[in-house]
């Protein structure tokens, strides 16, 4: 069976791979820390379990699929294992 992948932001992939939120402190402000840590948990809630795959995009315009952020950077490349996904990337 083929699995769906989305792209995710930097912030998306701590969160996914090391349930790493510290990071968001770095670069926000208490008040958009915990905003951005909000829509990550949300992105992550819709997706459900996914797992990163080796594949990364260096530079990307597009939003990222999982906390929606709009923006460009790096985008990380993960594969999704959930069925009901036409719901999910609605
Ligand atoms: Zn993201």
């Given at each position: ?20 939120y ?69």
């Amino acid at each position: 069976m083929e699995h769906p992948t989305v792209h995710v932001c930097e912030d998306c992939r701590n969160a996914i791979v090391n349930d790493d939120y510290t990071g968001l402190d770095y670069y926000h402000d208490r008040e958009e820390a915990d905003e951005r840590e909000r829509q990550i948990r949300a992105g992550l809630k819709r997706l459900g379990w996914m797992t990163p795959t080796d594949n990364t995009i260096e530079f990307s315009l597009n939003q990222c699929e999982c906390c929606k952020i709009d923006g460009d950077g790096k985008r990380y490349e993960m594969v999704l294992f959930r069925m009901e996904l036409s719901s999910a990337l609605a």
